[in-house]
């Protein structure tokens, strides 16, 4: 028995590649809904209390460092 590996026949190879393209196709799916739903926390969280205190405070960093770099 030989464990070169072997070239499967052309059926396989075809039935081997529809089922490769239906999986791509699922995962397309997947990543896709994953993008949807990453969009909607991205948006609930900087209409979040704890988001719009994030943003005040990234806001009021680059204005100090911007001041910073004025002063120099």
Excluded at 7 to 29: F, G, N, S, Y
Excluded at 38 to 64: H, I, M, T, V, W
């Amino acid at each position: 028995m030989s464990n070169q590996p072997r070239i499967p026949d052309p059926e396989t190879r075809e039935r081997h590649i529809a089922k490769l393209k239906e999986i791509c196709q699922r995962w397309d799916v997947l990543i896709a809904g994953l993008d949807e739903l990453n969009a909607k926390l991205d948006a609930d969280f900087e209409n979040s209390p704890l988001g719009l205190l994030y943003k005040r405070r990234a806001e009021r960093l680059a204005n100090q460092k911007q001041a910073s770099s004025s002063q120099l």
